[in-house]
């Protein structure tokens, strides 16, 4: 309880650095903030960069008052006003500005933070437009600005993890383990992503589902509630061969289930899976064609990595002038020493 009541005040206490007035929600993840195998405990990190998100409604005057308090967390794009900034952040890539690698002296931390429009959050959440921050909000995150009564971006939150499991039942079989499920989910915006060629450990997902299944089990707890009728868990499995506990799954794999699954899947998805299927006209009516596939599985995750390849390259482009060469020279050398770790 003192360790978590330890890591909430250092939050506070970089929130404290950002202007507050335009929030609408805002999370901290990856290995600085998660823990991860590979990595050590978080309470003994001391050099990992935290990465955050800040969903604003208004990115004019929130750069406008950020670039006013701390303009040092800006490339030299700065000099083009807070105009530019928003316009950068709003026309390119997967509509998110980022700082990198800014350092809050006074706390003794370093973070990445991240800008993205309301309208462009509830975007990608619910349609899956980039699968860039909904992505990283399909695997435990630590919130720091709650929705605070705004309902439909608290549904948008919701949604994006429902499809997450809508898609990643179509991907799995009959029978699977919580292991199994959640390195699927969480694959689903790394296997895409072309930093994952190079620049990123090749054994994140694995290292990110292995330590954080029980709170992926509680993130997902509540869409497999609303899921009973197509899948179905055993929370006291045994492992074949040893008395180690698991939570095995079973699914319904009819056409009838896939249907369902696919009538669910994001309007981004669906529009891949029309482009890349043999099946040409309206989604809804061509449903029943896709469900019966025999290359299903293969054709919705080329869909899906279909989505993360182009977000991953324009906005790994774009964050290179936004961090300005230098930082972004020290930041891709960090990550690929990853890669060979």
């Not at 909430?8 to 993840?29: E, T, W």
């Not at 105009?83 to 931390?109: K, S």
Request: with cysteine; glycine share 4%; hydrophobic share 40%.
């Amino acid at each position: 309880m003192f360790l978590i009541f330890v890591e909430m005040s250092i939050f506070k206490d970089i929130l404290a650095h950002f202007p507050r007035g335009s929030l609408s929600y805002a999370f901290a993840y990856g290995s600085g903030v998660k823990q991860q195998i590979g990595y050590e405990a978080i309470s003994k990190q001391k050099n990992n960069v935290i990465d955050l998100i800040f969903c604003v409604r208004d990115p004019l005057g929130w750069h406008a008052e950020n670039m006013n308090r701390q303009e040092s967390h800006y490339s030299l794009l700065r000099l083009l006003g807070p105009r530019f900034i928003m316009n950068y952040q709003e026309h390119l890539g997967a509509r998110v500005y980022f700082n990198t690698l800014v350092p809050l002296n006074d706390i003794h931390v370093t973070v990445k933070y991240g800008v993205i429009s309301r309208e462009h959050f509830l975007d990608d959440l619910m349609n899956w437009r980039y699968l860039y921050v909904a992505g990283r909000l399909h695997k435990p995150t630590l919130e720091l600005v709650p929705t605070n009564g705004d309902e439909v971006l608290k549904e948008a939150l919701k949604k994006n993890l429902s499809s997450a499991f809508h898609v990643a039942l179509l991907l799995l079989p009959e029978r699977f383990t919580a292991y199994q499920l959640f390195h699927i989910i969480s694959r689903l915006s790394y296997k895409g992503d072309f930093r994952m060629v190079f620049g990123e450990n090749k054994q994140k997902v694995r290292n990110i589902v292995l330590a954080q299944e029980k709170e992926f089990l509680e993130l997902y707890s509540p869409v497999m509630q609303n899921l009973t009728d197509y899948v179905a868990a055993d929370f006291n499995a045994k492992e074949i061969g040893t008395d180690r506990k698991i939570v095995q799954f079973e699914q319904d794999t009819s056409s009838n289930a896939k249907i369902y699954h696919l009538r669910n899947a994001p309007i981004e998805l669906q529009r891949r899976l029309v482009s890349n299927s043999a099946f040409k006209g309206d989604y809804m009516k061509i449903v029943s064609h896709l469900a019966e596939s025999h290359n299903l599985r293969e054709l919705v995750q080329t869909s899906v990595n279909d989505i993360v390849w182009r977000s991953s390259i324009s906005q790994s482009l774009k964050n290179i002038p936004s961090a300005g060469l230098f930082k972004s020279l020290v930041y891709s050398y960090s990550k690929a020493l990853k890669t060979f770790s």
